[in-house]
């Protein structure tokens, strides 16, 4: 099992919609979420961090987690074809003092 | 606040030639990390400073790799003897132990090449 999982997609939306992308996790130590966007040829942009359980609003994104069921996901309202990108998902755990990243979910956003 | 710049971005080099890699963090970030990732994954972790201490080395870093920060500011990443699986993307990240210490910012990469 990996220690960060996401779906590779793509996942193709069209302009105005949600986007709605997932992740979970293994380690159950890990204490800190985030969220980076990363274009082709580019390097990664953190875009939302989360500590805790529920959701946590910033402009058009919104995300979400579930330590419970060590789940963490990214809604992105109204999108835009300038948010088609991959974002990763990544997990920090204190224990080993580490970032792990999931491989990426793309998101295609179509006029 | 600048950012954190890598130099150099591309590098194109012979299998068997040693490669550095520099990496200057955000001003006064104390935490410095590197890591490396290849076409269509996530980047994978390979070594992390706390100022001039290298606290952590992953499994991936084999012998043919060093890392140091000698004053706690810009770091430097070795490969000697590449190898042509040394070729991707070699990221450097930063993060403040004053702020969100667990917020990590990217710079550009160096992307490296081996034939």
């Known amino acids: 099992q990996k220690e960060v999982e996401q779906n590779s997609g793509p996942l193709s939306v069209p302009e105005g919609a949600i986007a709605s992308l997932n992740c979970t996790y293994s380690?159950?130590?890990?204490?800190?979420f985030f969220w980076y966007r990363q274009y082709s040829g580019k390097s990664p942009e953190l875009i939302m961090s989360?500590?805790?359980?529920g959701d946590k609003e910033d402009g058009r994104f919104t995300a979400q987690l579930n330590k419970a069921s060590q789940y963490v996901s990214l809604l992105i309202r109204d999108s835009q074809p300038s948010d088609s990108a991959t974002y990763l998902c990544?997990?920090?755990?204190?224990?080993?003092?580490?970032?792990?990243f999931g491989q990426g979910t793309t998101l295609q956003v179509k006029p | 606040d600048t950012g954190v710049s890598q130099d150099p971005r591309h590098k194109i080099t012979k299998r068997g030639q040693n490669v550095t890699f520099r990496c200057d963090p955000i001003?006064?970030?104390?935490?410095l990390y590197w890591y490396r990732q290849t076409l269509g994954q996530g980047p994978e972790f390979l070594t992390y400073?706390?100022?001039?201490?290298?606290?952590?080395k992953s499994r991936l870093l084999s012998d043919r790799f060093s890392a140091e920060r000698p004053k706690g500011s810009f770091s430097t990443l070795e490969i000697q003897r590449t190898e042509q699986g040394d070729s991707a993307m070699y990221l450097c990240?930063?993060?403040?132990?004053?702020?969100?210490?667990?917020?990590?910012?990217f710079g550009p990469g160096t992307r490296l090449t081996v034939t």
């Open positions: 990240a930063s993060s403040s132990k004053r702020e969100k210490m667990d917020e990590q910012y």
């Open positions: 990544a997990v920090f755990s204190s224990n080993t003092g580490k970032l792990i």
């Open positions: 400073f706390q100022n001039e201490a290298q606290l952590e």
């Open positions: 989360i500590y805790s359980n």
């Open positions: 380690d159950r130590g890990s204490q800190s």
């Open positions: 001003s006064e970030h104390n935490r």
